[in-house]
């Protein structure tokens, strides 16, 4: 299997799963539903057993590895801008397709019996998805936000304090070394993975259920393609002077899996890295990754919400102006980080349609196709999740090129710890020269 690129590996198992899926519904076998969402299951629920010590030892020793504070703050503010001009361009081209396309107009729901969901968003959320209540509960509910926080508090803190945290940092790098490598071992069973996560979408929900909303799934299908192919790539041509070939070819195998697996936080050691892979230094990686895994969705929080948003309007009969537009905007680009303690997309329409005063109900019609519908929006997550670090180091002069320009020859299971420059002279994190 080694052998086999990995890509290739996905693919096979993304047609298998498409076939047996299919078979299962057609045939009603309940057993082979059951059986595809149990190895799907699986494999994201191991995927996302490695993330809290990944992340928390990943940054914990990023953080102590940099020379000063300051650095790491200019940085993460770099990066925030990066994510909030991208989600702005992303929400902008939601925004065009819904009043392009009327994705509402002439479709009969019965708006009688939609139900607003259990589970929605308010603006309290920001503060409360990055405080944890207790150290323990962050880690506990896998909050991938909370414990970034924590891992940049307790970094900073071991790096002021010098020699005497010197034990504290050499357990999070053993650690770290220990969850690498059992990850890897999880990631070579993505395409078993992949076959049951595809397998079982297909046998549960089938294609069927788009035809009401074919209009309004094409156009979400349609934005994030446009975000994923033309929107990036001018990104990494117009700010970083990058190939965008180059950049798909390292990310691709990130991509594939989030769509399929429809999570960012599971994605998310594969997205690191790739990113890694790309030529980003990993000590800024691995602060990046991460913390774009809870905040960076321009599928889920600036496309999807924007369409659904005026989706739901034209369904209701609720005429939207130009301020409504623009609060759209204002929620995508800003209300991510509020539900970033929170899954699913649900939760970031649901604070889109409190904000412009739409029924919560409206959320509940798009429930039936949510799957279909996340598996584009997850892969232009993570696809955004691994672009903004690469720009930002591309324009910080810390990018390693050469590793950039190679990065579609090498299979991403054939690079193991030894091939990861782990020893990259933190220096390669300094502002480049004026």
């Known amino acids: 299997m080694r052998k086999i690129p990995f890509s290739v590996q996905i693919l096979a198992g993304l047609v298998l799963g498409v076939a047996l899926g299919f078979l299962a519904r057609a045939a009603e076998l309940s057993w082979l539903t059951t059986t595809l969402d149990t190895v799907g299951g699986l494999f994201v629920q191991l995927l996302k ?41 992303a929400v902008t081209i939601g925004i065009g397709l819904g009043l392009l396309t009327d994705p509402g107009r002439g479709v009969t729901l019965d708006v009688a019996g939609a139900e607003a969901p259990e589970r929605t968003g308010s603006w309290t959320d920001f503060l409360t998805g990055i405080v944890p209540t207790n150290p323990v509960g962050a880690f506990v509910d896998n909050n991938v936000l909370q414990i970034v926080f924590l891992a940049l508090v307790v970094g900073a803190a071991a790096l002021l304090i010098g020699e005497p945290a010197e034990p504290f940092v050499n357990l999070n790098r053993s650690v770290l070394a220990i969850v690498q490598k059992a990850l890897w071992w999880v990631i070579r069973l993505a395409p078993i ?7 079982n979408a297909i046998a549960s929900y089938g294609w069927d259920l788009l035809a009401p909303l074919a209009k309004f799934t094409t156009a979400v299908y349609v934005g994030c393609a446009i975000v994923l192919f033309v929107v990036y790539p001018v990104v990494l041509l ?73 989706f739901v309007a034209q369904v209701f009969g609720v005429q939207l102006g130009v301020t409504d537009y623009l609060l759209i905007a204002f929620v995508s680009v ?31 019609l798009l429930l ?28 910080e002069g810390t990018l390693d090129r050469a590793a950039y320009d190679s990065a579609g020859k090498r299979d991403l299971t054939d690079l193991d710890e030894a091939d990861q420059p782990a020893d990259r002279p933190t220096d390669r994190l300094a502002p480049a020269p004026a």
């Open 49 to 89: 057993l490695a993330v809290p010590p990944l992340v928390f030892t990943a940054i914990v020793v990023s953080v102590v590895s940099l020379r000063g504070v300051a650095n790491a703050a200019r940085l993460a503010l770099k990066t925030l801008l990066w994510f909030g001009v991208t989600a702005l361009i």
């Open 193 to 199: 993975g992949t076959l049951g996560l595809i397998g």
């Open 238 to 310: 117009a700010a970083g002077r990058l190939n965008p070939l180059r950049f798909f070819a390292g990310a691709w195998p990130a991509i594939e899996l989030a769509f399929v697996s429809r999570s960012s936080v599971g994605t998310m050691p594969v997205t690191q890295r790739s990113v890694e892979r790309l030529g980003v230094p990993r000590e800024y990686a691995s602060f990046a990754v991460p913390f774009g895994a809870t905040t960076k969705m321009d599928g889920c929080a600036a496309i999807y919400p924007a369409l659904a948003a005026i």
């Open 334 to 364: 800003v209300g991510s980080a509020a539900t970033a303690g929170l899954t699913g997309a649900i939760v970031m329409l649901t604070l889109t349609l409190s904000t412009l005063g739409l029924p919560l109900a409206g959320a509940g």
């Open 368 to 395: 039936a196709i949510d799957p279909i519908l996340d598996m584009i929006r997850t892969a232009t997550n993570v696809a955004g999740q691994a672009l903004v670090p690469t720009v930002v180091a591309a324009r």
